[in-house]
């Protein structure tokens, strides 16, 4: 019987993780539309504005009917326009709205769009990297978080500016719209989220959803409101695809490794915070090797196994590529000939066939979006990466834990920030036998405490705490004036 | 007391040794004291029964004026409780003993750091006089109108006196502390020492308190807070390196530990704070150097004499011609031409903190936040931008409807609650500007901020830079956003590429859902 290890990954993703993560290219605006769409269970037609505003390929090729006169006649019909404004200024406009709706490059062609927007009209049926954001809004759903219904509500709004100068492109013809993978149904779900024994992680992001509403509740920006709800969805996914293991693992039922945040200017920390993604990295292999021998299970004998092909990704693979798959594939079931757990052994085999096979692997996906939401560092290249938060992420951290007018010491912080988030930056009773536990040794107390001067630093200068006597920090949302 | 407990105490100030109030004598304490409008205010709230909290940073003088007033305090009511410092007790002790005073109906007196009271107002939610305390710390800083005086008085029957918001650099309490340490009877073996004897007597100059108040003010706008006791230590440290005078008789004579070195090569807060401000060997003047260089300074503008220089330099000798400067800087009369010849953003600050003109501050800051966002249309509104994206790149495109009119905004500046007012100076280190009467709109410019601001000219922008002070701008653009005009017929929108510099204008009917213009401008 032979192996599709196409099919076993999405089989995977569908019960197991709830996202595929089969992506390289995911961004911040794709988990944006994913959310959202989710979310209103919605997409919108986005014929008009597309056409519009995507005015030519990157090979300056112009798709059928976008060129410049169809759609000046095609707007004129409709009344979207006043005859007589100069072509060439609309060919201005044409360029600098694909800029504001497509600021974080999430609109190309045929269906590919996802708009840096933020109202129901831009919601499009875009199937780049869309689960992660469906994810998460299934999981807002399921606790009933008060962040799903501020996004609902932001959704329904149309006065933010980037949807008043769009308005005359934008339809309201709607396509219902249902998502990959309902939380209901993953296998964790009983398990983890429901329930007297609720995984931690999972209690300390509803808690971060629940302040963070709060918190956007007061703000007067409904775009800024938006843009925080989905850096904090990417993050919960980057948190959740790092805690599979646990889920799932009895033995590290309630530890999924924690991200050592580096804010030093030394670089002391670099490396601990490069082994913490190492362990990241480590834990999702574990858990797709783990969930790969269950599916196997379910479809072949451990004889069936040994006696298999090597399998492939998919069809077409270069042939350099399937050799190498195929030697990984002898050298595990040789080494599964004496294994106790033989469907472990061949769930590796699968991971790493993926992974030298497949476009893109959990844990480039991780890498990916880690990069383009700040959290990962450096933004490319291909040296091992490490977590130093950009600002954004700082200021959703103070978001998602402190509750708006309330103002609470540093130590205080650094608990939440672990609780909520696993994050640990050194300055909490516990990060010490965290690091260690997780096999993260390149660090010592001296090292923990500049990065804890440095974070504390970092959050005077950007007006989110005061300093005050005895090394007492002072954190709030507002003490910029 | 001996005559040299002073000098001792003195000696010790620089390294620490004498860092708390607690430890000193209180025949000391009464010497180093400087008497204060605080004192006369604490002595009032007395008077009337007040719970009375001396809250701040360590070094601030809490537990040295509770020490020194704390017979008053019995003289006025022998029934008053005073703890000189609350870190030597248990929080859940201090607040029993706060609580059976209030019951008791007698005077509580506390000198407490910051950071105490914070945790026991959190932890005792209930305890009135404890959370009023804590109320009249968060809001110590009223914005108003130039000239105006805030009114809003303390609640119930307690006072706080935040001495963090004390401004120690102001010239009575620096020349109090000069005149007090410079007077001290000097140890027989160390009078040959030049750098004790003749320093306490070069610090007595006017001219030389003169430039270096200068100096002091132009930190303090940059909103550096010293404590007493760091004041204390850089006269200290002027006066011998805080070192014991074995040590100082060997190295003693040599330049680097002239007087004006000394001010710039201290350790500590206070001393990166003057060597950031204003240093006056950074200041090049091919006129003003030559005549320092070959001693072409007229003697009689020497104050006091005895700082005249006596040779020229070797031309070659930059760190001699560097020593000249400072020396020229607080002992010339012409010294304050250097001052000038920087002619730099504190200067620009200070005239702008002073200015009486509401339409001048404006006039100066409008154009200057349009530059931060690449704007430069309008003088007299403040354009409104918004810009959009969900991951963390630089911003490309800005977008507005609306802006807000110079008659909109109003200037407003800090001012200490009427009970601190009364009891200490506070230099007015920074303004606000908002939407008359809207607080939420505020946007702070303080030193660094004006600073940012003046570099707009040069470059500098929110795209261009990315750190706290363009957070604040952007922030302030989204709490201006509040006010966009909602319900137009007509919109009317800019676009701006901030990579092409093309800047569009796109008229829209809302109500036809229809563009009615776009015109490149």
Request: charged fraction near 30%.
């Amino acid at each position: 019987m032979s192996i599709a290890i196409e099919e076993l990954r999405e089989a995977v993703d569908e019960s197991f993780v709830g996202i595929r993560l089969n992506t390289t290219k995911v961004k911040p605006v794709h988990i944006a539309n994913g959310l959202f769409r989710a979310i209103l269970s919605e997409t919108n037609s986005t014929k008009l504005l597309h056409r519009f505003v995507f005015h030519q390929k990157a090979t300056g090729e112009i798709p059928l009917g976008h060129d410049i006169d169809s759609v000046i006649s095609d707007l004129l019909e409709c009344e979207a326009i006043e005859p007589g404004i100069e072509p060439d200024n609309i060919a201005l406009f044409r360029r600098q709205l694909k800029r504001v709706v497509s600021a974080d490059d999430g609109v190309f062609t045929g269906q590919m769009q996802s708009y840096s927007a933020g109202s129901s009209a831009f919601l499009s049926k875009d199937t780049v990297g869309q689960d992660a954001g469906g994810f998460v809004a299934s999981w807002l759903e399921f606790v009933d978080s008060p962040l799903f219904e501020q996004i609902e509500t932001c959704l329904h709004d149309e006065t933010d500016i980037v949807s008043q100068i769009c308005q005359p492109l934008l339809d309201d013809e709607t396509a219902p719209f249902e998502i990959f993978a309902d939380i209901e149904d993953l296998k964790f779900t009983k398990s983890q989220l429901k329930g007297r024994n609720k995984n931690k992680q999972w209690v300390g992001l509803e808690r971060a959803a629940e302040t963070l509403a709060t918190n956007l509740q007061e703000h007067p920006d409904k775009l800024f409101r938006l843009r925080m709800a989905v850096l904090f969805s990417a993050f919960a996914v980057l948190r959740h695809v790092t805690s599979l293991e646990s889920y799932y693992d009895k033995d590290k039922k309630n530890s999924p490794p924690p991200f050592l945040l580096d804010f030093g200017i030394n670089g002391d920390l670099k490396d601990a915070s490069k082994q913490s993604y190492s362990r990241c990295t480590q834990s999702i292999a574990r858990f797709y090797s783990f969930a790969f021998g269950e599916v196997l299970k379910k479809t072949h004998t451990a004889e069936q196994l040994t006696k298999c092909k090597p399998p492939r990704y998919k069809e077409g693979i270069k042939k350099k590529i399937d050799d190498q798959g195929d030697n990984v594939w002898k050298v595990k079931r040789d080494s599964a000939k004496n294994a106790r757990n033989k469907f472990l052994i061949f769930g590796e085999a699968i991971f790493d066939i993926l992974a030298l096979q497949a476009e893109a692997d959990p844990i480039r996906y991780f890498r990916g979006l880690g990069r383009r939401i700040g959290l990962l560092h450096p933004p490319k290249g291909a040296a091992v990466p490490w977590f130093r938060p950009k600002q954004d992420l700082v200021e959703l951290i103070i978001y998602c834990c402190i509750e708006p007018g309330k103002s609470i010491e540093l130590s205080t912080l650094c608990e939440r920030m672990y609780e909520r988030f696993g994050i640990l930056v050194g300055g909490g009773t516990m990060d010490e036998s965290v690091l260690e536990s997780n096999g993260i040794y390149t660090w010592d107390r001296d090292s923990l405490n500049e990065n804890v001067a440095a974070f504390s630093s970092s959050l005077v200068d950007h007006g989110f705490a005061t300093q005050l006597a005895d090394g007492v920090m002072k954190v709030s949302l507002e003490v910029l004036v | 007391m001996s005559h040299y407990e002073l000098f001792e105490y003195i000696q010790g100030t620089y390294r620490g040794a004498n860092a708390y109030a607690d430890s000193l004598s209180d025949a000391i304490l009464k010497m180093i004291h400087i008497e204060t409008a605080l004192d006369k205010a604490v002595s009032r709230a007395i008077s009337k029964n007040k719970n009375i909290v001396l809250t701040g940073n360590p070094g601030d003088g809490k537990t040295h004026l509770l020490r020194i007033l704390s017979a008053n305090i019995k003289k006025a009511n022998a029934k008053a409780v005073v703890e000189l410092d609350a870190s030597e007790k248990l929080n859940d002790e201090l607040v029993k003993s706060w609580k059976k005073a209030v019951k008791s109906k007698v005077p509580f007196c506390i000198a407490i750091n910051e950071a105490v009271l914070f945790e026991i107002a959190q932890s005792n939610p209930k305890f009135d006089e404890v959370v009023e305390a804590q109320r009249q710390v968060e809001d110590a800083i009223v914005y108003l109108e130039r000239g105006a005086k805030a009114s809003v008085k303390a609640r119930g029957n307690v006072v706080v006196f935040d001495l963090s918001r004390r401004n120690v650099l102001t010239s009575n309490i620096v020349q109090s502390v000069l005149s007090k340490f410079c007077s001290a009877k000097i140890p027989q073996e160390c009078e040959s020492i030049f750098e004790i004897a003749d320093h306490a007597n070069l610090m007595k100059s006017d001219l030389f308190q003169n430039r270096l108040q200068i100096l002091f003010d132009r930190i303090s706008r940059r909103r550096f807070h010293c404590t007493l006791r760091e004041l204390q230590g850089f006269v200290g440290f002027l006066l011998g390196k805080g070192l014991p005078a074995i040590d100082l008789a060997e190295i003693t004579g040599n330049s680097e530990n002239f007087l004006t070195e000394l001010i710039f090569s201290g350790d500590g807060a206070l001393f990166d704070a003057l060597r950031e401000g204003f240093d006056p060997k950074k200041i090049c003047h091919p006129i003003l150097d030559t005549r320092i260089v070959t001693n072409e300074i007229k003697s009689n503008t020497w104050n006091p004499e005895e700082a005249e220089l006596f040779h020229s330099a070797e031309v070659d000798d930059v760190e001699e011609i560097e020593r000249r400067r400072r020396r020229f800087y607080f002992f010339n009369d012409d010294g304050i031409k250097l001052l000038k010849i920087a002619d730099d953003a504190d200067t620009a600050f200070s005239e702008l903190l002073n200015s009486k003109n509401e339409r001048d501050v404006l006039r100066e800051l409008i154009p200057k936040i349009n530059d931060a966002f690449h704007f430069k249309h309008a003088n007299d509104e403040i354009r409104v931008w918004k810009s959009h994206r969900y991951d963390h790149e630089t911003e490309r495109m800005l977008y507005s409807t609306f802006a807000v009119k110079r008659r909109e905004l109003e200037v407003l500046y800090p001012n200490l609650s009427p009970t601190m007012d009364s009891a200490f100076q506070y230099l007015t280190d920074h303004l606000v500007i908002q939407i008359k009467n809207e607080s939420k709109t505020r946007l702070l410019i303080d030193f660094e901020m004006y600073q940012f601001l003046c570099r707009t000219e040069f470059g500098a922008s929110v795209v261009t830079v990315s750190n706290h002070l363009t957070r604040r701008l952007w922030q302030f653009m989204e709490r201006l956003s509040v006010n966009a005009p909602r319900d137009e017929t007509e919109l009317d929108a800019k676009i701006l590429d901030l990579q092409t510099g093309e800047l569009l204008e796109v008229v829209i009917d809302t109500e036809e859902s229809r563009y009615i213009s776009v015109q490149s401008i």
